[in-house]
């Protein structure tokens, strides 16, 4: 299983637009990768928009993704897309 910690780079957290787009690139991505907020331990499918909203991720916030079936480049990708600022425009 590969797993990475990452900060949010998105000023507005993982909230409904960022929420989206991180949601779409994991159902394009074709594998399954969970996220759970640091210090919960309950992950939820990164490919839907509702279960991030339900984790209240806000700016700074520090999250996990897991994955048994993404190889390190498709982990990463997801990664980076969280660090950067996905609510600008």
């Given amino acids: 299983m590969l797993v990475k910690s990452v900060t949010v780079g998105s000023r507005v957290g ?3 637009r960022p929420a989206t787009v991180l949601a779409e690139s994991v159902q394009g991505e ?3 990768i969970e996220i759970a907020k640091d210090g919960n331990d ?8 509702l279960m991030i909203l339900t ?6 916030d520090s999250v996990t993704i897991r994955s048994e079936d993404a190889t390190a480049e498709q982990l990463e990708k997801i990664a ?10």
Avoid at 42 to 49: K, M, N
Avoid at 55 to 60: E, K, N, R
């Fill in 80 to 89: 980076k897309l969280i660090e950067s600022d996905l609510d600008a425009e």
């Fill in 14 to 16: 993982l909230h409904a």
């Fill in 30 to 32: 074709g594998v399954e």
């Fill in 42 to 49: 309950e992950f939820v499918d990164a490919s839907s928009i």
């Fill in 55 to 60: 984790l209240g991720v806000s700016h700074g």
